[in-house]
């Protein structure tokens, strides 16, 4: 095999993944640095949890590789809705602390945790000890990639190489915004958990691994009575796939001392890959719909509680989608948001949780590993799976010698077992040297009363969530079951149990260190609470790679990819004909700007004494993010021409309401980043909208009078 052509194998190996403005419904802008609530004013309150729920948009600006698609991942030149960082902080009565955040991100490093916990303290004074923090990626695939604390994912789990030094210090600040923000709104709270079976979101894309643990036939039994995905005959032949999955969306409500909804904290397990690789938006895939959805159920009056939104042991669980597309992304988005919506409506049927905190750690370096006498293995190694892709995901590179199932007939490398390397020594030692691989991980874990959360630094499958959750609840058998948070303090790649890894499916030939290396983890979780607690000190990063910058600057590149959007997005999107839209010019952003560094997009509505406002839908909540897309369209110059796109017309139940606006029209409202503001021509959001909107300046548009048939006054 000549060079070529084995650059072109290594460059494949991260198909791993395959796998300061703030919005004006969400609250004020946090200070810096970040007081907290003075005083109890009751018993009550003294004996209670202070709770507060934060976000901040971390969209980048356009231009980015997205990473989890490794060399076949799309670039960010278009944005439908936003990528949000989404914290949840908590205070016990004790003084102790938790935060946690959920980000719409492919996947976090550990150096990324620790960053983000010396930004805290050095730019806004707020001291948080490493292990009272655990971030999180949801997993999209259409966030960005070139962020990584490890060299080997800022390789190859993007189309293009580097590490963007000013993208991560971005990302940074944005995340510790969002725990600002949450700190500055914490308040008494009661916390109570409760959980709901989803059908239909999710299926196991991996059922010969499946089954060849033992946990398999307790699961299928118990998902027994649920919906079905009925039959695929394109896939291997086995159980039902929406029954091979754990269907449980388990959630902790927070309420203020009056009863009323603050927040959710929930995890489900989930690829949320149900949008195609090759959309080059960034996208939170059917999480972000789902978070959109349930709040804009949620939303009251006075407030606008907020969903924080984790993953699971997601490894073999994929939407259960007919069609990737942005159809298919919204409709599974929207279920699973209308259960999240209803266990947070749901009356006091959850089990309180007491308002105690506790942490428990350990830092393991997988070489090092020997659980149950096993050895883990010394270094790590792609297996030819891994370059076939998922089942149903397959890659350009799948072929008769990367493929599942393909196995040796004896041990090759100590610890690696039955793997068949995907790459020769030579390149493996060339590409994939140790300090480029993530050796070492964090395992965090969290007690709230009785219920104990655990980080998992990569994708676990189904039955290793299962062997680590029974694990942890053996350990306090009277509490409840622990949730588990996927994709949370580090990137490990997937993690298997020893008789799927034996398979050699996807997943098994994805786990870097071994078939032992995931019940490595399991092992050091539970030794971690066998233990008393300590401090965990910041880890020795990796080498993250050569550095790059991939923001879009004047120049060949943001032309080039600008030809691409406009040739391209509206097919990748499935933007019908007639949607409305307009374009407006904006500059590039830069890295120190402080508000959005995309351009924002909204609809305007007519009042009843004629002036424009924001359009509200239901019970005072904005239109959907996912409702618009920004996508580049030309380069002149210095400037950046956008286009505006609205979906709301094609996807919007509600658009009754919107027919009803005095005039019967509405119009599209952008901020730049460079703050100058643009509003399309008025139309009709029930009627087609054959060309391009006029482009206007926003103060110039007469509103059209009040109808006197119209009873919105």
Not at 194 to 201: A, L, T
Not at 431 to 441: K, M, S, V
Not at 497 to 509: I, K
Not at 542 to 567: I, N, Q, T
């Amino acid at each position: 095999m000549n060079a070529g052509r084995r650059l072109a194998l290594l460059s494949a190996a991260c198909l791993l993944a395959a796998c300061p403005r703030l919005d004006r419904d969400w609250g004020t802008e946090p200070t810096s640095p970040a007081e907290l609530p003075k005083a109890q004013a009751s018993p009550d309150e003294a004996r209670a949890f202070l709770a507060g729920f934060g976000r901040e948009v971390i969209t980048p600006p356009p231009g980015v590789p997205l990473g989890g698609h490794a060399k076949e991942s799309a670039t960010g030149v278009a944005a439908w809705g936003e990528l949000e960082a989404r914290a949840i902080y908590l205070r016990a009565p004790d003084g102790g602390e938790l935060v946690l955040v959920a980000c719409d991100l492919w996947a976090v490093s550990g150096a990324f945790v620790d960053r983000v916990v010396a930004q805290l303290a050095r730019e806004h004074g707020i001291k948080l000890r490493r292990e009272s923090l655990s971030i999180g990626a949801t997993h999209t695939h259409h966030g960005p990639g070139n962020f990584a604390g490890e060299a080997m994912y800022n390789s190859y789990a993007q189309a293009r190489a580097g590490f963007d030094p000013v993208l991560e210090a971005f990302l940074v600040e944005r995340v510790a915004r969002s725990i600002v923000s949450a700190r500055a709104a914490a308040r008494a709270a009661t916390l109570e958990l409760d959980h709901r079976v989803v059908e239909g979101v999710a299926r196991n894309r991996s059922i010969l691994a499946f089954m060849a643990a033992p946990e398999s036939a307790s699961r299928l039994e118990a998902n027994a009575g649920l919906a079905g995905c009925g039959p695929a005959p394109e896939l291997p032949e086995g159980p039902d796939r929406c029954h091979a999955i754990d269907p449980r969306l388990r959630a902790i409500r927070v309420r203020d001392l009056e009863g009323r909804l603050l927040g959710l904290v929930a995890t489900m397990a989930v690829h949320p890959v149900a949008m195609p690789r090759e959309v080059d938006a960034y996208h939170g895939d059917l999480f972000a719909i789902a978070r959109s959805t349930a709040e804009a159920q949620l939303a009251a009056a006075d407030r606008r509680p907020l969903v924080v939104l984790f993953n699971g042991p997601e490894g073999d669980v994929s939407p259960n989608w007919d069609q990737q597309s942005r159809k298919d992304t919204e409709a599974l988005g929207r279920r699973l948001g209308l259960s999240l919506g209803a266990i947070a409506k749901a009356p006091e049927s959850g089990a309180p949780l007491a308002p105690t905190l506790e942490h428990r750690h350990r830092r393991v370096r997988l070489p090092e590993a020997e659980p149950e006498g096993h050895a883990v293995a010394a270094r790590a190694i792609p297996g030819r799976a891994m370059f076939a892709g998922a089942e149903d995901g397959r890659t350009k590179m799948q072929g008769r010698r990367n493929r599942e199932g393909a196995v040796a007939k004896r041990e090759r490398v100590p610890g690696q077992g039955l793997k068949l390397p995907a790459i020769g020594r030579l390149w493996l030692a060339i590409g994939l040297p140790p300090r480029q691989t993530p050796e070492q991980l964090d395992l965090v874990s969290h007690r709230i009363g009785g219920l104990t959360l655990a980080s998992m630094p990569g994708e676990f499958t189904t039955n290793l969530g299962q062997r680590l959750r029974a694990g942890l609840h053996e350990l306090a058998p009277g509490e409840p079951e622990p949730m588990l948070l996927g994709l949370t303090d580090g990137y490990g790649s997937y993690f298997t149990t020893p008789e799927g890894y034996a398979t050699q499916q996807y997943e098994g030939g994805s786990t870097l260190f071994g078939p032992w290396s995931g019940p490595a983890l399991v092992a050091a979780h539970l030794e971690a609470w066998r233990a008393p607690a300590t401090p965990l000190a910041p880890a020795e990063s990796a080498h993250a790679g050569p550095r790059r910058r991939f923001w879009l600057r004047p120049g060949p590149r943001a032309k080039h990819w600008a030809r691409v959007a406009a040739r391209v997005l509206f097919d990748q999107l499935e933007i019908e004909d007639g949607a409305p839209h307009f374009d407006f010019d904006d500059r590039f952003a830069r890295p120190d700007d402080e508000g959005h560094v995309m351009p924002e997009l909204w609809l305007d509505v007519p009042d009843a004494e004629g002036h424009w406002r924001p359009a509200r839908r239901g019970l005072h909540a904005s239109p959907a993010p996912f409702e618009f897309v920004r996508s580049v369209q030309a380069v002149e110059g210095q400037t950046l021409r956008w286009r505006g796109i609205w979906l709301g017309r094609s996807q919007d139940a509600e658009l009754g309401e919107l027919r009803r606006v005095p005039g019967g029209a509405v119009r599209l409202h952008a901020r730049g980043v460079d703050g100058r503001e643009h509003c399309s021509a008025p139309f009709s959001p029930g009627e087609p909208v054959p060309e391009r909107l006029e482009t206007r300046s926003c103060a110039a548009d007469p509103t059209p009078p009040p109808d006197p048939r119209e009873n919105l006054g």
